[in-house]
């Protein structure tokens, strides 16, 4: 199987994403690419000059929720090639892009953000609509 891409933002929902990406991964013999997109927040002016220190820990942020993915996986699926990035983007297009040529994206039904309520996060419904493969949405029970 082509490599199995999972997105995450530090949600319970991302966590238990994350856990069905690497057991499809080891199951499969499929390399796993962790992703966590990170964005400057809409509620913040674009031409407003922001403090580079304010900028770097929204990338530091993320790259944190990364390493901590891949430690994890590193130590719940040994046998698993697994690799994480952080990058700078809209969530939806970051991790379409990166899953151009992937067997499988994985998610949590919805994330951290302010509509997290909602019954399937905006993030998700891009994806699912513009995928270039299959998709899994998982869901924690609550």
Do not use: N
């Amino acid at each position: 199987m082509k490599t199995i891409v999972a997105g995450i933002d530090g949600s319970e929902h991302a966590e238990a994403a994350l856990y069905f990406a690497a057991e499809e991964a080891s199951v499969h013999k499929a390399p796993l690419l962790v992703i966590c997109a990170w964005e400057i927040p809409m509620l913040i002016d674009p031409m407003a000059a922001l403090p580079g220190e304010w900028f770097e820990k929204l990338h530091e942020d993320a790259e944190g929720l990364v390493q901590a993915a891949l430690a994890r996986v590193k130590e719940s699926h040994p046998k698993v090639s697994v690799e994480g990035k952080a990058i700078e983007g809209h969530p939806a297009e970051v991790l379409l892009d990166q899953a151009k040529d992937a067997g499988m994206i994985v998610l949590g039904s919805h994330g951290r953000g302010e509509f997290a309520t909602l019954l399937l996060g905006s993030v998700v419904q891009q994806v699912i609509h513009h995928a270039p493969c299959p998709v899994v949405v998982v869901r924690v029970a609550e």
